[in-house]
């Protein structure tokens, strides 16, 4: 008979027969016992699966029984439950590989009960089924409450056991808690065998986080070269801040704002932040995307502090102003998420058509996958924004979260206080060693993978215009020499002109494209048909004088047509909105918001616009052949666009 007769009579998979290819033990962790026992098992195994020597050898040379050298092949070559043989792991010493059956109920509280409830359940399969129907929330429209306690559930497999027919004197209803640590065991063993569902149990995130993790292959390939992805999110502050303000009757009035939006543009390859914003819109908008990309690609010089001691550190900056090579330069890939804001479409056409990149809107409601930038933030709130008196903390019962609307208002912490704070926080953060970049700061890691052969930048030919907080628009001049009314453009409420538009009455019934700086309406940039510039046109009236964004405009247009605001042609109606807004911030934390981007609205000065200020056409009236853009015959080549838009 072949010395292996018992593999040929059981007829075994033959590549399980080959124990060089079978999981490995770890014996250091064993007793000295146990591990003499473990290695005269194994070899024991060896021997046999070879096949070369007799089985009288093998046990005189291991000491194990005939019986127990079967025992032990047929438990190597047996799976676990998850598919996978057993191998040398059988062999460990006082290893169960199967868990005990009971094959009968005691009758009294005084005998062992060691596997009385699995019998339990085995024996009366109603009794599993609602245990588990009850922990694991499945749907039945007879089940009110989501998720269920375990000492209701409890209550509840005492009916179902009663309902089954068991008597008082049977177990479990003869022993002192009724089963009740035996059901407790049981509901810990569901949550490991039902894991996908018995997660959501512990909240939504828990089990959105369990169901976009963990499994399959990661398809997301490491990121190596500097500008080549790039991560955009938002984050709500977790702070309140004050504004301060005087009323109609002349009172200094100190409220609390809404919270407040950061939004940033993290390279993925180094993790340096290119750019920032802090928004002061309750949810952040296209505007606010904008304003983030130009930070990002616009060079970094820094800002003056008011708050004493606040200063960057040595080693911080951003890179567009610490490595000069960075500088104008933009990504290939842009991954942010599915918000209203980041799809609109001004925005991604910002994205594909000035910057060039491709588009990954993600697949929703999964922030794993720009991980990078979650964590950025959870950086900035432990090292920055929790550390304040104004924070909210974390979550509602954080102990840091004292009085931060009390505190806000005491210290006068303002919006502009967060805006120099947020600044020196992301410079320094750069300027960090980072663990996860072997403790190299993200400039150094930038400025040793930065290949300036790969990088592209925006061409010098269109740096001037490159704003990155404009909107082209098409308009119809409109006019009528019957009644003597000049040409003119109509944009949002406010009448457009200069001195050529109001001699060209022949552009009458035309479309104009309009190039609009959002972050001041008081003139906008129009071409002709053919492309060809007619110049700036500023607007009518005391729209033309006071700086002002195109979402201030359309919110006073909205109030206007409401009727709850009046101005004339001779009203400043960007004052009349601030009254109304001063009237609104008593009652309304929106409005201090709102209060808060009118007067930085009217304190920022946009050189690219005053600059032209005294409108001087380009075209002159005695020649009136449009004077096409100069061309920039820089020897800086535009890149080629990647615009491929990845949505899930």
């Given at each position: 008979?072949?010395?292996?007769?018992?593999?040929?009579?059981?007829?075994?998979?033959?590549?399980?027969?080959?124990?060089?290819?079978?999981?490995?033990?770890?014996?250091?962790?064993?007793?000295?016992?146990?591990?003499?026992?473990?290695?005269?098992?194994?070899?024991?195994?060896?021997?046999?699966?070879?096949?070369?020597?007799?089985?009288?050898?093998?046990?005189?040379?291991?000491?194990?029984?005939?019986?127990?050298?079967?025992?032990?092949?047929?438990?190597?070559?047996?799976?676990?439950?998850?598919?996978?043989?057993?191998?040398?792991?059988?062999?460990?010493?006082?290893?169960?590989?199967?868990?005990?059956?009971?094959?009968?109920?005691?009758?009294?509280?005084?005998?062992?009960?060691?596997?009385?409830?699995?019998?339990?359940?085995?024996?009366?399969?109603?009794?599993?089924?609602?245990?588990?129907?009850?922990?694991?929330?499945?749907?039945?429209?007879?089940?009110?409450?989501?998720?269920?306690?375990?000492?209701?559930?409890?209550?509840?497999?005492?009916?179902?056991?009663?309902?089954?027919?068991?008597?008082?004197?049977?177990?479990?209803?003869?022993?002192?808690?009724?089963?009740?640590?035996?059901?407790?065991?049981?509901?810990?063993?569901?949550?490991?065998?039902?894991?996908?569902?018995?997660?959501?149990r512990y909240g939504e995130e828990a089990a959105r986080h369990a169901r976009v993790?963990?499994?399959?292959?990661?398809?997301?390939?490491?990121?190596?070269?500097?500008?080549?992805?790039?991560?955009?999110?938002?984050?709500?502050?977790?702070?309140?801040?004050?504004?301060?303000?005087?009323?109609?009757?002349?009172?200094?009035?100190?409220?609390?704002?809404?919270?407040?939006?950061?939004?940033?543009?993290?390279?993925?390859?180094?993790?340096?932040?290119?750019?920032?914003?802090?928004?002061?819109?309750?949810?952040?908008?296209?505007?606010?995307?904008?304003?983030?990309?130009?930070?990002?690609?616009?060079?970094?010089s820094g800002m003056p502090f008011t708050i004493d001691g606040l200063k960057y550190?040595?080693?911080?900056?951003?890179?567009?102003?610490?490595?000069?090579?960075?500088?104008?330069?933009?990504?290939?890939?842009?991954?942010?998420?599915?918000?209203?804001?980041?799809?609109?479409?001004?925005?991604?056409?910002?994205?594909?058509?000035?910057?060039?990149?491709?588009?990954?809107?993600?697949?929703?409601?999964?922030?794993?996958?720009?991980?990078?930038?979650?964590?950025?933030?959870?950086?900035?709130?432990?090292?920055?924004?929790?550390?304040?008196?104004?924070?909210?903390?974390?979550?509602?019962?954080?102990?840091?979260?004292?009085?931060?609307?009390?505190?806000?208002?005491?210290?006068?912490?303002?919006?502009?206080?967060?805006?120099?704070?947020?600044?020196?926080?992301?410079?320094?953060?750069?300027?960090?060693?980072?663990?996860?970049?072997?403790?190299?700061?993200?400039?150094?890691?930038?400025?040793?993978?930065?290949?300036?052969?790969?990088?592209?930048?925006?061409?010098?030919?269109?740096?001037?215009?490159?704003?990155?907080?404009?909107?082209?628009?098409?308009?119809?001049?409109?006019?009528?020499?019957?009644?003597?009314?000049?040409?003119?453009?109509?944009?949002?409420?406010?009448?457009?002109?200069?001195?050529?538009?109001?001699?060209?009455?022949?552009?009458?019934?035309?479309?104009?494209?309009?190039?609009?700086?959002?972050?001041?309406?008081?003139?906008?940039?129009?071409?002709?048909?053919?492309?060809?510039?007619?110049?700036?046109?500023?607007?009518?009236?005391?729209?033309?004088?006071?700086?002002?964004?195109?979402?201030?405009?359309?919110?006073?247009?909205?109030?206007?047509?409401?009727?709850?605001?009046?101005?004339?042609?001779?009203?400043?109606?960007?004052?009349?909105?601030?009254?109304?807004?001063?009237?609104?911030?008593?009652?309304?934390?929106?409005?201090?918001?709102?209060?808060?981007?009118?007067?930085?609205?009217?304190?920022?000065?946009?050189?690219?616009?005053?600059?032209?200020?005294?409108?001087?056409?380009?075209?002159?009236?005695?020649?009136?052949?449009?004077?096409?853009?100069?061309?920039?015959?820089?020897?800086?080549?535009?890149?080629?666009?990647?615009?491929?838009?990845?949505?899930?």
């Amino acid at each position: 008979m072949s010395v292996k007769w018992m593999i040929e009579k059981e007829a075994f998979m033959p590549e399980n027969l080959d124990y060089k290819r079978w999981p490995l033990v770890l014996v250091d962790g064993l007793s000295a016992e146990d591990q003499d026992r473990f290695n005269r098992r194994r070899l024991a195994v060896e021997m046999y699966l070879d096949g070369r020597v007799s089985n009288e050898y093998i046990i005189t040379q291991t000491g194990i029984s005939k019986d127990e050298l079967y025992r032990f092949v047929r438990r190597c070559l047996d799976y676990d439950n998850s598919g996978k043989i057993w191998g040398y792991r059988a062999l460990i010493p006082k290893k169960h590989l199967k868990p005990y059956i009971r094959k009968k109920i005691p009758q009294t509280d005084q005998a062992g009960l060691a596997g009385a409830f699995e019998h339990l359940l085995v024996t009366y399969p109603s009794i599993r089924e609602t245990i588990e129907k009850l922990y694991l929330n499945r749907k039945d429209r007879s089940l009110l409450e989501r998720f269920i306690r375990p000492k209701d559930i409890w209550k509840q497999f005492i009916n179902a056991c009663r309902k089954a027919g068991i008597k008082p004197t049977e177990y479990p209803l003869n022993t002192k808690n009724l089963g009740k640590r035996s059901l407790e065991r049981y509901l810990k063993k569901i949550e490991n065998i039902y894991f996908d569902e018995a997660v959501k149990r512990y909240g939504e995130e828990a089990a959105r986080h369990a169901r976009v993790t963990g499994q399959g292959v990661p398809n997301s390939p490491n990121t190596h070269r500097p500008f080549q992805t790039v991560e955009f999110d938002g984050h709500k502050i977790d702070a309140v801040f004050a504004i301060e303000f005087q009323t109609p009757d002349g009172d200094t009035v100190v409220k609390i704002m809404d919270r407040i939006w950061l939004l940033v543009i993290v390279d993925k390859a180094s993790r340096s932040v290119l750019g920032y914003h802090v928004a002061l819109n309750k949810e952040y908008s296209a505007d606010d995307v904008r304003a983030c990309i130009r930070s990002a690609i616009l060079p970094w010089s820094g800002m003056p502090f008011t708050i004493d001691g606040l200063k960057y550190s040595e080693t911080g900056g951003f890179p567009s102003g610490a490595i000069p090579e960075t500088s104008w330069a933009v990504w290939d890939e842009f991954k942010y998420d599915n918000g209203k804001a980041n799809l609109a479409k001004s925005v991604v056409e910002q994205l594909t058509k000035s910057i060039g990149c491709s588009i990954n809107a993600g697949p929703v409601a999964v922030p794993e996958r720009r991980g990078i930038i979650e964590r950025l933030f959870l950086t900035l709130e432990e090292n920055g924004y929790h550390r304040l008196p104004n924070t909210t903390g974390s979550k509602p019962s954080d102990p840091r979260r004292h009085n931060a609307e009390g505190k806000a208002i005491r210290y006068r912490i303002s919006y502009a206080h967060l805006v120099e704070l947020t600044e020196v926080l992301i410079a320094n953060y750069n300027g960090t060693p980072h663990d996860g970049l072997c403790y190299l700061t993200p400039l150094e890691v930038l400025q040793q993978r930065l290949d300036p052969n790969l990088l592209r930048k925006v061409p010098e030919n269109k740096r001037q215009e490159a704003q990155f907080l404009t909107l082209q628009v098409s308009r119809k001049v409109a006019g009528n020499i019957k009644t003597g009314r000049r040409p003119y453009i109509l944009y949002e409420g406010a009448t457009y002109r200069n001195e050529v538009l109001s001699r060209s009455a022949e552009l009458i019934g035309s479309f104009l494209t309009l190039v609009v700086n959002v972050e001041d309406l008081r003139v906008i940039r129009a071409f002709l048909p053919d492309g060809s510039e007619l110049g700036l046109l500023q607007a009518n009236g005391k729209w033309g004088l006071v700086p002002h964004s195109l979402k201030t405009r359309k919110e006073i247009n909205r109030l206007r047509d409401r009727k709850l605001i009046y101005f004339c042609n001779e009203d400043d109606p960007i004052e009349v909105y601030r009254e109304y807004l001063v009237k609104k911030a008593k009652s309304t934390k929106s409005s201090c918001n709102k209060l808060e981007r009118v007067r930085i609205e009217a304190k920022q000065i946009h050189s690219t616009v005053l600059s032209d200020a005294n409108l001087e056409p380009i075209m002159t009236s005695q020649s009136f052949k449009p004077k096409t853009l100069a061309t920039n015959n820089s020897s800086q080549l535009e890149c080629p666009r990647r615009t491929k838009t990845i949505i899930y």
